[in-house]
């Protein structure tokens, strides 16, 4: 990385906000329609970390011990948001406040509750779920919930 960084809370919160509304999608076939997340787009984590170029994967570590990781690709979409209000209520900690990564196209155990850290890397390291033989890819559109 160009730009290694770390933040606290309330120089999180002075970072260019953005809004994402999107369906959310658990694997287990429930779905929330019209969630309103709000947050930092995860792009703009990009353009101040400046990952190198040969960063292609990105590992997420959560403060109850939880990991998952993510294709970069899959993250510059401009739905991806680390969400700190939902529907315009601060995030409670039961659905991941104060703060979590939202990947309206993936199920949501990719979209990672409580995260503390953010390791952009040139090799894939599966998390927590992908481990246990959950897809790690968890495309909704294609029904991939399992590791084939």
């Not at 787009?41 to 570590?61: H, N, Y």
């Not at 939902?86 to 104060?98: D, I, Q, R, T, V």
């Not at 409580?114 to 029904?143: C, H, M, P």
Request: aromatic letters at 16%; one cysteine or more; hydrophobic letters at 40%.
């Amino acid at each position: 990385m160009e730009n290694p960084l770390k933040l606290g809370w309330q120089e999180f919160l002075k970072l260019p906000a953005g809004e994402s509304l999107s369906d959310f999608h658990c694997v287990e076939g429930w779905s929330v329609r019209d969630c309103r997340w709000y947050g930092v787009k995860f792009i703009t984590i990009v353009d101040l970390v400046k990952p190198r170029k040969d960063a292609k994967f990105v590992f997420f570590k959560c403060a109850d011990g939880y990991t998952t990781d993510l294709d970069l690709a899959d993250l510059l979409q401009d739905n991806v948001v680390l969400a700190y209000k939902l529907n315009s209520e601060w995030l409670e900690a039961p659905y991941g406040g104060p703060m979590r990564l939202v990947v309206p196209d993936k199920y949501a155990y990719k979209s990672a509750m409580w995260v503390q850290q953010i390791t952009f890397s040139s090799r894939k390291e599966l998390g927590y779920w992908e481990k246990r033989g959950y897809s790690d890819t968890a495309d909704v559109w294609k029904n991939d919930r399992f590791r084939h």
